[in-house]
């Protein structure tokens, strides 16, 4: 029996060919691919300006900066996420502030986000895991009442909906991620969609080095910018991904449907703690369960490692970050956000990618109802 990763790209032929003629003609970092690619991702998000950059989170480096964000200046957010949306705060020289999660949906707790408001904060950085959009209306809500800015941390969410609206249509400051296990890949890579175009030219200069190219050949560099430039070839990639993004979400949400529909009839016994049912807005990127470990005689390593004996691939979405050593030493610790703690601590992604078929989810699902059930206590 093969392995089944928790991920796996798919990448077709047609996409495949057209890096092949990108790398045949001569121009492999940014040019002509990357025009294309941006032109098609502010089509897709409703005409709004976008720019790409080598990863996600040099995209929210970006938007940090474009706000003026910096020493002094304090970003409320999830301590539940890749810890990229956390560590882009630091480097800003700000102070990421975690708040605890709405135990259900495991996004950010909006009425947390209430108490946490000082006169040094600055914007709101909430985060969609596992694809289920963090509850928008409350978050500007807030945003408005106390003149902050929001930067969607939108790194899951690429072909996810907020009622009826696309994620990264509208709202302020949207980041989504292109890394090899996002629903949209292009290798390594993501965006920053703008409100509108005042911070267009800021932005481009952040991107690459602070130039601005003049016209009699000459340049010039009045700040600081990075290296963050997509190329391309991951343009190209990114191209053939996005004309299937929506192939790609119905497949997801019809194996999310599939895996529910196990769970139905095997968690009474079980106890696993079961993601939001949303297939409407989810673009589930991930299926994540949680392990009922207080009743379990072995702990989620030993899961994982008898998952994969049975050539499965698990995957552990996220840690709460707050208990890190980085973290630790601004003064966080154990105990301060417990909803977050837990989950992390209990928390498995299971396989999900469009090239699964049924049979997939079945063999997961009977391995997960044997594993769970033989062990507990």
Known sequence: MSFLP??????????????????????????PKVKEFEAALSAYFGGRPVRSFNSGTAALEVALRLLGIGPGDEVITTPLSWVATANVVLAAGARPVFVDVEPATRNVDPEHIKAAITPRTRALLPVDLAGLPADRNRLYAIAARHDLRVIEDAAQSMGASWRGQRVGSFGDLVVTSFHANKNLTTGEGGCLVLPDDTLLPLCEKLRLQGVVRLPDGDMEVDVLGGKSNLTDIAARIGLGQLSRLDEFTRRRRELARCYFEHFDTINERLGC?????????????????????????IGRGEFIARMRSRDIGIGVHYPAMHRFALYRRLGYGDGDFPHAERIGRETVTLPLFPAMDDGDVDRVCAAVAEIVQDNLR
Request: glycine share 8%.
């Open 273 to 297: 703690g079961l993601p939001v049912r949303d297939f409407e807005n989810c673009n589930w990127h991930m299926f994540q369960i949680l392990l009922p470990l207080d009743h379990m005689s």
């Open 6 to 31: 928790f991920t796996r790209p798919d990448i077709d032929e047609a996409t495949i060919a057209g890096v092949a003629e990108v790398l045949r003609s001569g121009w492999l970092t940014s040019g």
